[in-house]
C-alpha cells in the first residue's frame, strides 16, 4: 500500500546547482513522497535524484506522514502538494554545508 513518507535526506549536488559557491556540494533537505516501505523510499529517492547528477547520500528520519499533522509550514505545504500527485516527490529546501578538508 502506497503510504506519504517524510525523510530528510542528505545529498551531494553538481559544483554549480543552486548558486552555491565552490566547496559547498553537499547539504541536506526534507522530502515528501509516495512509497510502499522506508527501503522503497531510499530507493525510489536514490533514482530520482540521479536524473539531476546529484547523489544520495543518507535518508535520516524517514517516517510515515503523521496524518494528525503538527508539521512546520514548509513541511505541511510539501505534504498538501504531495497528496494531490501520487507520482510526487517533493523535495524541500536545500541547507548546504561546505566540506571539510581532511
Known amino acids: 500500500m502506497q503510504r506519504l513518507w517524510k525523510v530528510?535526506?542528505?545529498?551531494?549536488?553538481?559544483?554549480?546547482?543552486f548558486n552555491l559557491e565552490p566547496g559547498y556540494t553537499k547539504g541536506f533537505m526534507n522530502v515528501i513522497t509516495w512509497a510502499s516501505s522506508a527501503h522503497s523510499v531510499q530507493e525510489k529517492l536514490s533514482q530520482y535524484l540521479k536524473s539531476f547528477d546529484w547523489q544520495l547520500l543518507l535518508v535520516d528520519d524517514v517516517a510515515v506522514v503523521d496524518e494528525s499533522g503538527g508539521y512546520e509550514e514548509?513541511?505541511?505545504?510539501?505534504?498538501?502538494?504531495?497528496?494531490?500527485?501520487?507520482?510526487?516527490?517533493?523535495?524541500?529546501?536545500f541547507h548546504a554545508y561546505q566540506q571539510r578538508l581532511q
Open 8 to 17: 530528510i535526506a542528505e545529498i551531494e549536488v553538481q559544483p554549480g546547482d
Open 74 to 93: 514548509e513541511i505541511a505545504e510539501m505534504i498538501e502538494r504531495a497528496r494531490q500527485n501520487p507520482k510526487a516527490i517533493i523535495l524541500g529546501c
